[in-house]
Nanobody, 118 residues
Framework: QVLLVESGGGLVQGGGSLGLSCKAP???????????MNWYRQAPGKQREWVAS???????NYTDAVKGRFTISRDNSRKTVYLQMSDLKSDDTGVYYC?????????WGQGTQVTVSS
């Protein structure tokens, strides 16, 4: 598995914004850059759900619940993927994980907590 390190979670009021980062510190550029990178989240008592993806060509896709509010991006030179979240709602509360699949093997970060207060 690949080491993925998330950061940027925290407590924010409803309607606020927060940015997450996920770095693959031990991957080399040529391995990282062709991979599709994903963000997932898991709310308390619920299953982990997919949130957003960005391909090597920077094509992005989002779950309907976050469209227009979240933006996924990547910086291959930093081997980092970002998730910028705005207009946050209480339903966005959960642990956010980044994910990649390399040659059929899933790798997950340790997760970062996002809590949106109403």
């Amino acid at each position: 598995q690949v080491l993925l390190v998330e950061s940027g979670g925290g407590l924010v009021q409803g309607g606020g914004s927060l940015g997450l980062s996920c770095k693959a510190p031990r991957m080399i550029y040529s391995v990282f850059s062709p991979l599709t990178m994903n963000w997932y989240r898991q709310a308390p008592g619920k299953q982990r759900e997919w949130v957003a993806s960005i391909t090597a060509g920077r094509f992005t896709n989002y779950t309907d619940a976050v469209k227009g509010r979240f933006t996924i991006s990547r910086d291959n030179s930093r081997k980092t993927v970002y998730l910028q979240m705005s207009d946050l709602k209480s339903d966005d509360t959960g642990v956010y994980y980044c994910n990649l699949n390399d040659l059929g093997t899933d790798s997950w970060g340790q997760g970062t907590q996002v809590t949106v207060s109403s």
